[in-house]
C-alpha cells in the first residue's frame, strides 16, 4: 500500500471517508492516518515559504495505471484529466496549512524544473512517514473509522497475507481546495 489521500485526482477531492469492517484476518490489517497539519507545522521555514503558493499536478494515471489495460488507461485519461491543488491547502474549518499532496495521486509540481519537483515531492511525502504525525488504529469487527480525507492521510498495513481483509467504504465528496 501507499500513504495517500482518497480521490486528490478529482477537482473537489472527497471532505471524509468512512471505514467499516466487514471481515478481519485473525491478526494485523491495521490502518494508519498521518495528520498532514502537524506535517506541515513541523517543515522547516525555509521549505515552506518554497512551497507555499505554489500548485502540483494530481493524476489517476500514477496510481491506477500500470493495473489496467492500454484501452482502460486512455479512457481513465480521458474521465479524469490531471488536475491541479494547492501543496499548502488551507482547512476551510479550522484556517490550519495542510501539507496537500500524496504519493498516490501526485506527479508533479507546477512551474519548478523536473529535478527541483522531484526532490521537493520526495522531501514531502517522506514527511507523512514521521510517526509522530501518525496514528494506528487496530480494527475489530463492525468498527467504523470516519477521517477528514482534507487533512489527514492514510495506509493500509498489509501484514496479512493470505488473509483477507474486507472492507465497506463511502466518501463524502468535497470542495475544491484553496
Not at 10 to 21: D, E, F, T, Y
Amino acid at each position: 500500500n501507499k500513504w495517500h489521500t482518497d480521490v486528490t485526482f478529482r477537482q473537489n477531492p472527497s471532505i471524509a471517508s468512512i471505514l467499516r469492517a466487514r471481515h478481519l484476518p485473525p491478526l494485523g490489517g491495521d490502518t494508519m492516518w498521518a495528520d498532514t497539519a502537524a506535517a506541515y507545522s513541523g517543515l522547516p521555514q525555509a521549505v515552506k515559504d518554497r512551497i507555499d503558493g505554489l500548485d502540483a499536478e494530481h493524476d489517476i494515471v500514477r496510481s491506477f495505471g500500470g493495473r489496467v489495460s492500454e484501452e482502460k488507461l486512455a479512457q481513465l485519461a480521458r474521465d479524469f484529466p490531471p488536475v491541479r491543488h494547492p501543496i499548502v491547502r488551507t482547512h476551510p474549518e479550522t484556517g490550519e496549512k495542510i501539507l496537500y499532496v500524496n504519493y498516490t495521486f501526485t506527479t508533479r509540481i507546477l512551474g519548478v524544473p523536473e529535478e527541483e519537483s522531484d526532490n521537493l515531492l520526495r522531501l514531502l511525502f517522506d514527511r507523512i512517514k514521521v510517526p509522530e504525525y501518525q496514528v494506528r488504529f487496530r480494527w475489530t469487527p463492525h468498527a467504523i473509522g470516519i477521517w477528514d480525507n482534507r487533512s489527514t492521510q492514510h495506509y493500509a498495513v498489509m501484514d496479512y497475507q493470505p488473509c483477507h481483509r474486507k472492507m465497506d467504504r463511502a466518501a463524502i465528496v468535497g470542495d475544491q481546495p484553496f
